[in-house]
């Protein structure tokens, strides 16, 4: 039997996932203007412009939608990234732009959203067991990317350990930058950590049968 659809022609499967998704946004725009304090249920209901039974349906307590923010955040990161994968596999140098790319996404609200959970964490022994969970998460996405941009080399436990530690070194810099407005020093920072990113990764190319194109 076909899915009934409403007058818009949408079927409730695909109304059910636009919901949640209204609440998800919702509560990363409430995390990034009250922080994670004030990141309530009704401050999320209010901005997602729904009633307080349908955030129940979806997410029954505030731990069940932070610990699904948790994870929409690491999604919608993968999903900058790969919308500008085919870019980054035509750039001269596939690695800068790929270490270029990992800073891009790093940035904006979903940066402010995910921080506000990393300090949170630290006195909240719930948010940071979901936060524990939903790191192996973010870190297969980047070895999905970096499969897709690099090929064979993702396999190689060296090249993805120096990709991770790329990833981390983005984490550092942004939390540090959360205390300075200069996003001119903030840039500045980045170019001479990528420029020691790349000795770094480069060494570890010079150890693999074949280089990546454009690499240096």
């Not at 695909?14 to 919702?26: C, F, G, Q, T």
């Not at 035509?90 to 506000?116: F, K, N, S, V």
């Not at 920072?189 to 990113?197: G, I, Q, S, T, V």
Request: hydrophobic share 45%; proline share 4%; aromatic share 6%.
């Amino acid at each position: 039997m076909p899915a009934r659809k409403s007058k818009t022609g949408r079927t409730q499967q695909e109304r059910s996932a636009a919901m949640r998704k209204r609440l998800l946004d919702a509560t990363v725009e409430c995390l990034v203007r009250y922080g994670y304090a004030g990141t309530t249920t009704t401050r999320v209901t209010e901005l997602a412009g729904v009633t307080r039974g349908a955030q129940v349906h979806h997410f029954p307590t505030r731990a069940d939608l932070v610990a699904a923010a948790v994870r929409h955040l690491a999604a919608k990161r993968a999903e900058l990234a790969f919308e500008k994968i085919d870019a980054v596999r035509r750039a001269p140098d596939p690695l800068d732009a790929a270490l270029d790319l990992m800073w891009e996404i790093h940035q904006g609200p979903i940066l402010y959203a995910t921080i506000e959970m990393w300090v949170a964490a630290r006195t909240d022994l719930e948010l940071r067991a979901q936060l524990a969970a939903a790191e192996p998460e973010a870190r297969t996405a980047v070895l999905e990317f970096s499969a897709s941009a690099f090929g064979e080399h993702a396999d190689n436990p060296r090249f993805r350990h120096a990709m991770y530690t790329a990833l981390d070194t983005v984490r550092g810099i942004q939390l540090l930058g959360l205390s300075n407005p200069d996003t001119a020093e903030q840039d500045a920072r980045w170019k001479r950590a990528k420029a020691d990113l790349r000795v770094l990764i480069d060494g570890v190319l010079g150890q693999l049968p074949e280089r990546i194109s454009g690499a240096r």
